[in-house]
């Protein structure tokens, strides 16, 4: 995996500090920014403010550095994580430190001027310690927090065993190696598997929610629910764990161990999330009283559906990708869902789309082809020399090949860039720079909400971030540089479209 440290090489040298000291210093970059942001005069809201208010003209020859360092950063990383046992030149270990040092300064002055950092940063005062203090003892603590988690799955174990005695014959269960399954299937509840990743992640989902939202809800009524959904995530994971072997004892090893084994994680989330935020709307006990028939709520309803319209097509391509990927060992042949699920979306809401800008011109195109060349520069190399058909795929029929083909082409070309690009560029894009996004101009242009949608773009996309945020940053341009959503769709559509292309000439299906 790209930028895992496990695989930099330990006998010595910049390259092996990176490998045993880089998430310290990582935890120790991350306390001083928080406390540049918390202990300053401006305080985050007032940083956002700020940026949201561009003083200034643009500063595009430090967004050019910034770019170009990230390049940089990008070719350098896979020669840094080639291999443990590869040996490593300490000037690619420090070319690639400094440049993604200097790629993250050279952002922020991209953003705003040295003349409002300096002054924050004087102003920080005490807060530099606080900062250092929490990034020690977190690194510190790392150990101990290791052991306590190592403890938490024998409660997993029980449970798992609880659930699977009365429906499993032949189970067989041995608490002292954590194994559980039958003479066909078993499985080991490592620590990892003991849930609390999946609780860690609801833990930060429900508390930045509870936090947005503080105005609507009763506290501290609100905050019982954050514990009732970490008890539901644990309970969730146990049923994973207990399905997994179920499946595996099926005689679906492959697809209990491939798909089913993340995916369930994802869904067990999902759907937590989703029940923890349409609970707390609907249960009166947690809700702040408010007249239902008043114009303001009419008004929170009608932008409701307004959010609901540009985001629900991408987020059931989202649903239909686990359900199909949970369904899938190294093929996911129900590919075909995604393209359903955003199709049924679209249809639902079409209506809602009369006041989109649905036309394109060809530099759309043009934008198009050049993000398909930048994913194929930044997709990461295989382990051979191609990437082949999947056996999945080679093992379908003919007609099945032809029609899982059509499915993957139409919703690459159709219905992934309309419904990726409502969500980032029609909605998130704008609603960084307004809550009532619906009043932000296609044209209008701020620093904050450009960055903060092509990260996410970028970060969507996992192992390909690089390519993701070359793609964001050029869909979000030539969108605002025209005015019209159907730009950036169109541009979309031509990168997936190009990429087809390339696979089916190419038979590489890395691209895809």
Known sequence: MLLDTGNLPAQGGLATW?????????????????????????????????MRRQPGPVRYHFLAAHMLLMAAFGLLSPHLFAGASSQVSPWVALSWLLSGLSAVIFLGLSLLPASFWLPLLRTVG?????????????????????????????????????????????LTANPLTAEIGTKNFSVFVEPACSGYEGIGLFLIFSTAWLYFFRREYRFPAALALIPAGALLMWVLNALRIAMLILIGHAGADRIAMGGFHSQAGWIAFTSTAILFCVLSRRIQFFQHPSPRSSPVAHGDATQSQAVAAYLMPFLA??????????ASADFEWLYPLRLLAALAALWHFRKAYGGVDWRFGPAAAVVGLLVAAVWVWTTPAASGARTGLPAGFVAMSGPLQAAWLACRLLSAVITVPIAEELAFRGYLLRRVANPDFESVSWHSFSWLPFVVSTVAFG????????????????????????????DAVAAHAVTNAALAALVWYTGDWRYW
């Open 18 to 50: 990176i490998r045993y000291s880089g998430s310290g210093l990582v935890r120790a970059v991350a306390a001083l920014f928080a406390s540049a942001l918390i202990f300053s005069q401006y305080g985050i809201l007032g940083i956002l403010a700020v």
């Open 317 to 326: 391509i989202l649903a239909a990708s686990l359900v199909s990927k949970a």
């Open 459 to 486: 970060a969507m996309h996992e192992s390909r971030w690089l390519g993701g945020i070359a793609a964001g940053a050029a869909y979000a341009l030539i969108q605002m540089t025209r005015g019209r959503l159907g």
């Open 126 to 170: 005490w807060g530099w310690g606080w900062g250092l203090a929490v990034a020690a003892v977190s690194t510190a603590a790392r150990p101990a927090a290791l052991a306590m988690w190592k403890s938490s799955s024998a409660p997993t174990f029980e449970f798992v065993h609880f659930l699977l005695r009365p429906i499993l014959p032949g």
